[in-house]
């Protein structure tokens, strides 16, 4: 069974800093794309970052240059580095992972990030 567990939410004052971590399990990911979604209170899911399989990364304008997005194959995980957060960055984020990202099967439940003013 495929699960996607996520982990490092919590909450942090404006200019903070906080890593998302991502571990699956019951399949190698290797060969899959990673990403991160987030979805705010009253707005619809939208995509954050994500990671080809080959490293290629692509992210959100709103977070460039503030998130980086990587993976650690060998420990089928995939992380957020989030920094110079802001109360707009506020959502409960969602790792998601397959082929296509935009069409993932796969995700996790949620960890919540709440950015304070």
């Known amino acids: 069974q495929v699960q996607l567990v996520e982990s490092g939410g919590g909450l942090v004052q404006a200019g903070g800093s906080l890593r998302l971590s991502c571990a699956a399990s019951?399949?190698?990911?290797?060969?899959?794309?990673m990403g991160w979604f987030r979805r705010a209170p009253g707005k619809e899911r939208e995509f954050v970052a994500a990671?080809?399989?080959?490293?290629?990364?692509t992210y959100a304008d709103s977070v460039k240059g503030r998130f980086t997005i990587s993976r650690d194959n060998a420990k089928n995980t995939v992380y957020l580095q989030m920094n110079s957060l802001k109360p707009e960055d506020t959502a409960v984020y969602y790792c998601?992972?397959?082929?296509?990202?935009?069409?993932?099967?796969?995700w996790g439940q949620g960890t919540q990030v709440t950015v304070s003013s």
């Open positions: 019951g399949r190698t990911f290797s060969s899959y794309a």
């Open positions: 998601a992972a397959d082929r296509n990202i935009v069409v993932s099967r796969y």
């Open positions: 990671i080809s399989w080959n490293d290629d990364s």
